[in-house]
């Protein structure tokens, strides 16, 4: 799987580039504001427990990749649960809104492209075999990878400044996330024998997980600036207000 593996690499780099985590790296905004986007992403990772559990993995199977991916599926399919941990903690709970607004929310334009992410994702994954699916699980690993090592250091800032553990977003979550299909480190995924057809297909569908993950990003970011404006538009009427007053 060597080819396949340095297509996602690459693609990874370029991927590392995007506006938004140039927005995750903006020392002009706090660490707290940087992780506005934070509610934006919950329809995608509440639904990654389900595509673990109920889309990559299929017990029982004699095919050893598919084994491959069923024990990579029993490590991220509960990380849902430290999300929301962190969801408490970075205090989007505080603003109280009845479970309809929520699911207005939830199913809102706004977090549009983070619902079809995980249905564009069963797709792909539900269509191809075991070896094609550890290349997949690669790709959004490694895009993940991206996204936890820079909140990593956010929640280390939040943790120092205000003394929280920030789960999901930091060192706990970072450290169970090998980065590869399974706790595996890269050589055993590399070596997997790979022929030039299915190869080709992994490549495929690896552009698309990276093309799906690039608009992921896209509508975090817009969500992000919108909140951070919105806040700032707030406070600064008050304070003309105030003045006026
Ligand atoms: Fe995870
Ligand atoms: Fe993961």
């Not at 990874?12 to 707290?32: G, M, V």
């Not at 997997?192 to 993950?213: G, P, R, S, Y």
């Not at 404006?229 to 406070?235: D, G, I, L, P």
Request: charged letters at 25%; proline letters at 2%.
């Amino acid at each position: 799987m060597k080819a396949a593996l340095r297509h996602i690499l690459k693609l990874k780099k370029e991927y590392s580039h995007l506006p938004f985590f140039d927005f995750l790296r903006d020392e002009t905004l706090s660490s707290r504001q940087r992780l506005e986007f934070y509610p934006c992403m919950s329809p995608f990772i509440m639904s990654f427990g389900d595509l673990n559990r109920y889309v990559m993995r299929q017990e029982p199977t004699s095919d050893p990749y598919q084994v491959m991916v069923n024990e990579h599926s029993y490590e991220d399919d509960h990380h849902w649960l430290w999300y929301l941990e962190d969801f408490i903690k970075l205090g989007f709970d505080r603003k109280k809104i009845s479970p309809t607004e929520y699911l207005q929310f939830f199913y809102s334009d706004r977090t549009v492209v983070n619902r079809l992410l995980s249905d564009k994702l069963a797709h792909l994954i539900y269509s191809s075999s075991g070896i094609v699916r550890l290349a997949i699980i690669e790709a959004i690993e490694e895009t993940g990878n991206v996204l936890f090592e820079l909140i990593r250091k956010l929640a280390e800032e939040i943790e120092e400044e205000m003394g929280i553990e920030l789960r999901y977003c930091g060192e706990f979550h970072f450290s169970k996330e090998s980065g590869h299909a399974m706790t595996n480190d890269h050589t055993i995924i590399a070596n997997i024998e790979m022929d030039e057809q299915t190869t080709a297909e992994a490549i495929e569908k690896v552009n698309l997980v990276f093309a799906w993950f690039t608009e992921w990003t896209e509508e975090l970011l817009a969500y992000a600036k919108q909140n951070l404006n919105h806040s700032y538009e707030t406070v600064s009427q008050k304070i003309s207000m105030s003045s006026v007053a």
